[in-house]
């Protein structure tokens, strides 16, 4: 056997025994689960899939937002050599019962009351479920019992009892099943959001994790087990997957943080030392410290300006290319470092910061910098679920604004036909599951897989993405527009929340917009605007030229044939619940495109 994720617990657990491996909080307190406590808790859970009929290779579906029990179920399928698949808090009814039903997965893990009654709602399509398990203790569960009778329902804690109480040829048959486990094993099905079309269950066999394992040891060389991370991106994603049981690995203590709406209060209790994250964090946290700044005096605005002037010399001129910075310039650094950069940091939640992987969309280069500047150490890096995340990603000494790093090792990448960005290596999927024709279409003949991202590389070996090539679109008049670029671009201004791009056999690029209402409702305040609702707003004309405005702004460097001509304001925000975002908060063009058709074609008239 060489399962790093089979093995993981009970090596760790011999190396820190009761030492904290995660955080949990309740009741207002971050409450430690020790390794021997998450061995003992996860052995108890894989006694009790045993007892519940689970096979070697049977698949178990989870469908919660993160908390420890998350992780808990995937070692626990590991270690009878089963498939944990990941389904997103979010998700709708037909999303829950087509993974289900994709996966043939016979257990399902619930979070919450609301989790089980959409499950509850698809079982008469589910023939393969037989088992409901609910986390949340709070959740009745009546008599145990699905309406219909054939699927049975329990809690969590009564799946660690079964587990707890079971039979020594149990426990030896799960013993039998972890040391018979192989690296050819499937770990787990990621499926993709599905932008334009049904969700794709891409097969990662723990040999693509045993690789980015490995390989990011060898690359993130400043982490090591005195390092704390949160984990606040869902763990049904890749990202946070991957990062989560690089960590656990690392010996890096986890703060799981269950609700996402109160991140910055977690960070501020927590302080952790590194965490992934997506740009939207970074650009939300970018335009609340100028909003900060805006409101200082001049003498401390004055302060900040020549700090951020002095951390820019400092940490892009000299230290982002590995120079020995002056000595006076360093003097002059750990001055404002004091004064300036570690108060923002603590504002953030970071009093010891180290690295903090982000990716998933572009960020723009100037709020990279400007973390940097302050001493924040974002890395941006770029990969898939069907890569097991990381492809590519920032070098501590060296890193290029407006890349996305450089190849972690093993990995190759080559750029095909219309300037597609192809990958091979130990961490690339195996194939989609149950969908021989989309895999054929996924590699070329000679076994790279199309990424479906256009990009190059630059002089100095980085990789730069360029678009989306499936969101390329044509206007009417043949000229190619990359809306990404825009949308990332307008989406970092501080009164624009969402941005959606049209223009495909149009005459002219046009733009839904959505405004980030908290700021709006403070300019409209500051300017004595009178306004009730949102929709008040954006009907208000003095509104519509401020966005226009900062639209204008934003594309000033565009080609005219790029430049939004007309946009639309939307009082409301595009929703996963209406199918307008996929669960990682990508645009659904073609549901974007079909609910706002009114307001679309009265751009064009």
């Not at 009790?48 to 420890?68: H, K, Q």
């Not at 890349?403 to 989609?432: A, F, H, S, W």
């Amino acid at each position: 056997m060489n399962n790093i994720l089979t093995t993981l617990i009970e090596r760790q657990c011999s190396r820190y025994g009761d030492r904290a491996a995660m955080y949990r909080r309740h009741d207002g307190q971050w409450q430690p689960l020790s390794w021997n406590a998450l061995r003992q808790r996860t052995l108890n859970v894989a006694y009790a899939l045993e007892t519940l009929g689970l096979p070697e290779t049977g698949m178990t579906a989870i469908f919660s937002a993160n908390c420890p029990e998350f992780l808990i179920t995937d070692f626990a399928a590991y270690a009878n050599r089963a498939v944990p698949v990941s389904i997103y808090a979010t998700s709708s009814a037909d999303q829950v019962r087509y993974i289900i039903n994709d996966s043939r997965a016979s257990i399902i893990y619930v979070g919450n009351q609301q989790q089980l009654d959409i499950v509850i709602s698809v079982l008469p399509d589910c023939k393969t479920l037989r088992h409901i398990i609910v986390l949340d203790s709070k959740v009745d569960i009546g008599d145990g019992l699905s309406p219909d009778g054939k699927v049975n329902i329990m809690t969590f804690a009564s799946l660690e009892g079964l587990g707890a109480a079971a039979s020594t040829a149990c426990r030896r048959a799960v013993a039998e099943r972890t040391a018979a486990a192989t690296e050819d094993d499937i770990a787990t099905l990621i499926y993709t959001s599905g932008t334009t079309g049904e969700p794709k269950g891409a097969v990662l066999p723990h040999s693509c994790f045993n690789a980015a394992l490995r390989l990011h040891h060898e690359r993130l060389t400043s982490l090591s087990d005195e390092d704390t991370s949160i984990c606040f991106l869902p763990l049904s994603h890749i990202f946070e997957k991957a990062w989560t049981y690089f960590c656990l690995d690392a010996g890096i203590r986890v703060y799981v943080n269950e609700d996402p709406k109160v991140i910055q209060e977690s960070l501020a209790e927590t302080h952790p030392t590194c965490m992934c994250s997506v740009p939207r964090f970074w650009e939300k946290v970018h335009t609340a410290v100028h909003d900060q700044i805006q409101h200082m005096s001049w003498a401390k605005r004055l302060l900040v300006k020549r700090a951020l002037h002095v951390g820019h010399r400092r940490n892009i001129d000299y230290k982002r290319l590995g120079l020995k910075v002056p000595p006076l310039l360093e003097w002059e650094y750990k001055f404002f470092d004091k004064r300036v950069f570690r108060l923002l940091r603590r504002a953030i939640g970071f009093t010891n910061p180290n690295i903090f992987p982000t990716a998933g969309a572009p960020l723009s280069p100037s709020i990279v910098e400007f973390f940097q500047t302050t001493g924040l150490n974002i890395i941006i890096g770029y990969g898939l679920s069907e890569t097991t995340a990381t492809v590519t990603c920032f070098p501590y000494v060296g890193w290029q604004p407006g890349t996305v790093g450089t190849l972690l090792p093993e990995i190759k990448c080559r750029i095909g036909e219309d300037n597609e960005i192809q990958v091979k290596g130990p961490t690339v999927m195996r194939e989609y599951y149950n969908k021989p024709a989309e895999t054929e279409a996924a590699f070329t003949d000679d076994g790279w897989f199309r990424t479906g991202d256009a990009g190059y590389f630059d002089a100095r070996g980085d990789l730069v993405l360029t678009e989306r090539i499936k969101d390329l679109f044509k206007t009417s008049n043949g000229k190619y527009i990359a809306p990404q670029v825009l949308e990332s671009r307008l989406g970092e201004d501080r009164y624009i929340e969402q941005v959606a791009i049209i223009g495909d056999q149009r005459k002219y690029v046009s733009a839904i917009v959505v405004p980030a209402f908290a700021a709006l409702r403070e300019y409209a305040r500051k300017k004595k605007i009178a306004f009730r609702t949102n929709a008040d707003l954006i009907r208000n004309k003095d509104i519509r030229s401020l966005i226009e405005a900062r639209i204008e702004k934003h594309q000033a460097d565009r080609a005219g044939f790029e430049k939004i001509k007309r946009f639309t304001l939307l009082p409301h925000e595009f929703t996963i619940q209406a199918g307008e975002l996929t669960n990682t908060l990508k645009l659904r063009r073609p549901v974007i495109n079909r609910n706002y058709a009114e307001q679309i074609e009265a751009m064009y008239v």
